[in-house]
């Protein structure tokens, strides 16, 4: 299964945009990125996801690069409440949509 | 709301004792997950389900056996509970829009002395 690579932690200060990095250089070309999140205690929460074209939502946007080897997720404006460990998975060729998560990068949004 | 619900929420039991997690959906979605998160680990897959009585196993699949012997329910039992396998276990449905949209439910923690 292709492999990403995140930052392990990343500040952001409330209202500014967070970026959060994500390589993904041995990705096939007809595999999607996601992204999830997970806020302390809670659940993963699926965030977004993309091919090749830049995608956007009303929880973030996402850019992939050209040569579809690294993405970033953009936070417009981050609040204390995006403080999470956010994932940048690449779903498993099993066919089952099975995940697997690596250890993801933690953002704090500080006042 | 993916409308999954896990059951307990929380639960403390003794080392040898059975154990059973369930969750339940009321989205009739054909795919299930289970996943257990451990500190330095992250979120590892357990056991999954592809439909009524079709289960498969995950990466840590050791010390666990499954049972869907209906759509809505998804139940992950620990014949006899170790200490290894304290932890807080998620459940997760597959959406319809995508192949890797998950929706996971709120945990269970387990503690076992």
Redesign the interface.
């Given at each position: 299964d292709a492999k990403t690579t995140q930052p392990t932690s990343m500040d952001c200060a409330e209202g500014r945009a967070a970026n959060l990095p994500c390589n993904h250089s041995t990705i096939s070309g007809n595999e999607?990125v996601?992204w999830y999140r997970q806020i302390h205690?809670?659940?993963?929460?699926?965030i977004i996801?993309g091919l090749k074209n830049n995608e956007t939502n009303e929880m973030a946007s996402l850019i992939i690069t050209e040569d579809r080897k690294s993405s970033t997720l953009i936070l417009p404006h981050a609040t204390l409440r995006d403080t999470a460990v956010y994932y940048c998975?690449l779903?498993n060729h099993s066919g089952?949509?099975?995940?697997?998560?690596?250890?993801?990068t933690m953002l704090l949004v500080s006042p | 709301d993916a409308g999954i619900t896990q059951s307990p929420r929380h639960k403390v039991t003794e080392t040898g004792t059975p154990v059973t997690l369930r969750c339940h959906q009321t989205e009739n979605h054909r795919y299930m997950y289970w996943y257990r998160q451990d500190p330095g680990h992250g979120l590892r897959l357990i056991h999954y389900s592809y439909g009524v009585k079709d289960t498969d196993k995950g990466e840590v699949s050791d010390g666990y056996s499954v049972s869907r012997s209906k759509t809505e329910d998804f139940l992950l039992t620990l014949e006899s509970a170790t200490s290894s396998q304290t932890s807080v276990y998620f459940c997760a449905i597959k959406g319809t829009h995508s192949t890797g949209e998950l929706f996971f439910g709120e945990g269970s923690r387990l503690t076992v002395l």
């Open positions: 999607y996601y205690s809670q659940g993963p929460q699926y996801h998975i779903p089952y949509s099975t995940l697997t998560f690596g250890k993801g | -």
